[in-house]
C-alpha cells in the first residue's frame, strides 16, 4: 500500500498548479482521501477532502481556488490549484483519513508559490 | 474552528521511560475524532491511533491513546530509541480538521 505524489514546483503568484497522488493498494473511490500541508515552521494544515461519495470540503484559505478531484480509471487523487499566492507555499501530502487501514500518507511534493 | 494545543513542547526522556503526551481542544471534538501521528525525521507522518484509543495497523501495543471532550492523552510505555521523535494530535471531527503544533521527545 502507498501514495506516490507528483506535480510540485515553483510558480509565480497567480499561477496554476495541479498535484497528483497515485494509490496502490487500495481504491481511491472508497476512501477518505485529504490533502494536507506544512509551510516552514508552521504546523501541518489540513487543506481539502474528498469523501467516498464523492463530497468535498476545504478550508476556508482555499475555498474557490483550490479543487480536490479523482479518477477511479488512474486511481489517483488531485489538488488543482489556481489563483496561487505566496502564503501557499509549503509541502503538501496527500492522506487516507485516520482509520484502522488508514495510515498512508504520500511522500510530500513541495510547492512555491515566488516571484 | 478547534484549536489543538499540545503540551509539553519538547519531553526529554531516557530509553525504557514511560512518555506521556497531551492534547487539548478548545472545544469538544465531535465523536471523540482525535488522532496522533509520528514523524521521524525526513519523513511523512504516520497514524498510531485514530478515535482517540483505537491503534491503528501494524502499530505497537506500546503505544496507547486515552481521552474525550477536550482532553487527550497519548502513552508510549517502555521507550526504544525509534519512538524518538515529533508526535502530532489532529481533530477530524469538525471540518477544518486541525492540527497540534507538535511535541518533540528527545532522548535524555
Known amino acids: 500500500v502507498q501514495m506516490v505524489q507528483s506535480g510540485g514546483g515553483l510558480v509565480q503568484p497567480g499561477g496554476s498548479l495541479r498535484l497528483s497522488c497515485v494509490a496502490s493498494?487500495?481504491?481511491?473511490?472508497?476512501?477518505?482521501l485529504s490533502w494536507v500541508r506544512q509551510a516552514p515552521g508552521k504546523r501541518l494544515e489540513w487543506v481539502s477532502i474528498?469523501?467516498?461519495?464523492?463530497?468535498?470540503k476545504y478550508t476556508d484559505s482555499v475555498k474557490g481556488r483550490f479543487t480536490i478531484s479523482r479518477d477511479n480509471s488512474r486511481n489517483t487523487l488531485y489538488l488543482q490549484m489556481n489563483s496561487l499566492r505566496t502564503e501557499d507555499s509549503a509541502v503538501y501530502y496527500c492522506?487516507?483519513?485516520?482509520?484502522?487501514?488508514?495510515?498512508?500518507w504520500g511522500q510530500g511534493t513541495l510547492v512555491t508559490v515566488s516571484s | 474552528e478547534i484549536v489543538l494545543t499540545q503540551s509539553p513542547g519538547t519531553l526529554s526522556l531516557s530509553p525504557g521511560e514511560r512518555a506521556t503526551l497531551s492534547c487539548r481542544a478548545s472545544?469538544?471534538?465531535?465523536?471523540?475524532?482525535l488522532a496522533w501521528y509520528q514523524r521521524r525525521p525526513g519523513q511523512s507522518p504516520r497514524l498510531l491511533i485514530y478515535?482517540?484509543?483505537s491503534r491503528a495497523t501494524g502499530i505497537s501495543d506500546r503505544f496507547s491513546g486515552s481521552g474525550s471532550g477536550t482532553d487527550f492523552t497519548l502513552t508510549i510505555s517502555r521507550l526504544e530509541s525509534q519512538d524518538f521523535a515529533v508526535y502530532y494530535c489532529?481533530?477530524?471531527?469538525?471540518?477544518?480538521?486541525?492540527f497540534g503544533q507538535g511535541t518533540k521527545l528527545e532522548i535524555k
Open positions: 489532529q481533530q477530524y471531527g469538525t471540518s477544518p480538521y486541525t
Open positions: 493498494g487500495f481504491n481511491v473511490n472508497s476512501n477518505y
Open positions: 472545544q469538544g471534538v465531535s465523536s471523540n475524532s
Open positions: 478515535a482517540a484509543s
Open positions: 474528498m469523501y467516498s461519495d464523492g463530497s468535498t
Open positions: 492522506a487516507r483519513h485516520p482509520s484502522y487501514y488508514g495510515v498512508d
